[in-house]
């Protein structure tokens, strides 16, 4: 076994800014300033929530897939290989196609183009599809070509983006737009517990679960291939990573709130964040943020479309990866034309099955070796959460709100989409005793991880490129 390299502090936050610019998607821009405007004043209960699901999540996810051996489908599998099939085939979908790409390009159009030509240039349904068109094209032409610019422009985005929030939130501090209101619904009751569920909407935690093979790539990168060192290095970077996203969303929030006497109340946070950057800055703060806001997105959206690509690649290689990056792309890019607000509102279901199943495998695997790592434990807790996390989805596509909410009465925070927490702790707490009654051996997790330090470290999933990757970069 070879030691680890020693980086420099420079060299670690690079790291941690590397792992911040996959994050740094134009999505995260549209949620808090949303929170910030309904909530007001009493903001900062439902942000708590929102930061532990949009941001805390993120730095756990880091760790428990640094302890499951670095893949979602290896920390899946854990609880059955078809349920970690068909888990992560919906994540994937949903951190593809179905969500974050039709996402990322509408955000893009609402903050860079729309603000930038005017109403008169963006009426109709032409200039969001000749929009779409171009930036998807983009993003499947960087997709197909092997080459660090998507590195490089994350790299360079992240300052850039840091200073010009600076700046905003600064001018907002000095000469501030208004004052705070009031909160209205939803944040007049069950403030918490709605921010809390508002945090799945960045698909950060989840995005989590996706990137870190790709991240932990790039520790090996720098000479660190020791299981110790790649998981003190990723937890490292996921501090500097969880710390700039806090503030990032605390500082949206606060721009949301402050804004609604000078732009009233808009129907979603990509046109907060445009016309609060026209109000504190004039036009140059306009063309500022579409700027910043359109490198982020392409950035997302090239980081998207390569992994899902990869997996499905992985999962079903009859078709190629490029074939794969064409059809994801060509998906997105139809869901894209019907606009943010549908694409948001389409998405809720899947987001409120995912979350608390997502949320479930995170605190199972930070919590494995207290219960022997049993298979039983993960069945009964995934259970618990799965079923109400079925019936949230249910909801959140707006059937049986009413008579669901009514049902599950006694259920707590049923009617808020959180009751799915007491069901998975009672499943998995069923689910250790049954399987201490039927014998069930504790699993000894560190021959698997020891793969990290050892000869077998380019085993895929642990960090090495795979197959589908390995013939991209070819």
Request: aromatic share 10%.
């Amino acid at each position: 076994m070879t030691g680890d390299r020693k980086l420099t502090p420079f060299q670690m936050l690079a790291l941690g800014l590397l792992l911040f610019a996959m994050f740094l998607g134009a999505g995260n821009t549209i949620f808090a300033p949303m929170v910030g405007q309904a909530a007001g004043s009493e903001m900062w209960i439902p942000m708590s929530g929102f930061l532990i699901t949009g941001v805390g999540l993120v730095l756990l996810a880091i760790i428990a897939l640094t302890m499951a051996g670095g893949t979602v489908e290896q920390l899946a599998s854990r609880v059955h290989p078809v349920f970690s099939f068909v888990f992560c085939l919906l994540l994937f979908l949903a951190l593809g196609p179905l969500y974050v790409n039709p996402r990322t390009t509408s955000v893009v159009y609402e903050i860079s183009i729309k603000p930038i030509l005017g109403p008169e240039l963006t009426q109709g349904v032409w200039p969001l599809i000749i929009f779409s068109v171009i930036f998807t094209l983009l993003g499947v032409y960087l997709s197909l070509t092997p080459s660090k610019l998507v590195d490089r422009v994350g790299k360079v985005i992240t300052p850039i983006f840091s200073v010009l929030l600076i700046v905003i939130v600064v001018k907002s501090l000095v000469t501030p737009m208004g004052e705070l209101h009031d909160a209205v619904d939803p944040y007049k009751d069950g403030a918490f517990i709605k921010g809390f569920t508002e945090g799945y909407l960045t698909m950060d935690a989840l995005a989590a679960l996706v990137f870190a093979g790709v991240f932990i790539q790039s520790i090996r990168g720098q000479g660190i291939t020791t299981r110790k060192g790649i998981s003190f290095t990723f937890l490292k970077a996921g501090i500097i990573t969880v710390i700039g996203l806090a503030l990032l969303h605390i500082s949206l929030a606060w721009i949301g709130g402050s804004s609604v006497d000078s732009i009233g109340r808009p129907d979603n946070g990509g046109t907060v964040i445009a016309e609060a950057a026209r109000t504190l800055l004039g036009y140059p703060g306009v063309l500022m943020i579409g700027l910043v806001i359109f490198l982020t997105g392409i950035t997302t959206l090239v980081a998207c479309l390569t992994a899902v690509a990869d997996f499905f690649a992985k999962q079903f290689p009859r078709v190629s990866y490029k074939a794969w990056v064409w059809i994801h792309a060509t998906v997105g890019l139809v869901i894209a034309n019907f606009g943010l607000q549908a694409v948001l509102s389409a998405a809720l279901p899947i987001l409120f099955l995912l979350y608390p199943l997502g949320m479930t495998l995170i605190v199972l695997a930070l919590l494995d070796r207290f219960f022997g790592g049993r298979r039983s434990v993960y069945v009964g807790a995934t259970i618990g959460a799965g079923a109400i996390a079925i019936l949230d989805a249910v909801k959140a596509s707006g059937n049986f709100v009413d008579e669901l909410n009514g049902f599950f009465s006694w259920l707590p925070m049923f009617a808020d989409n959180g009751g799915w927490i007491l069901p998975a702790v009672l499943g998995g707490v069923i689910g250790y005793f049954v399987g201490r009654a039927k014998g069930e051996p504790a699993i000894d997790r560190t021959q698997h991880i020891a793969v990290i330090d050892g000869a077998a470290i380019d085993e895929p999933g642990v960090g090495a490129p795979t197959p589908a990757t390995t013939s991209r970069k070819a």
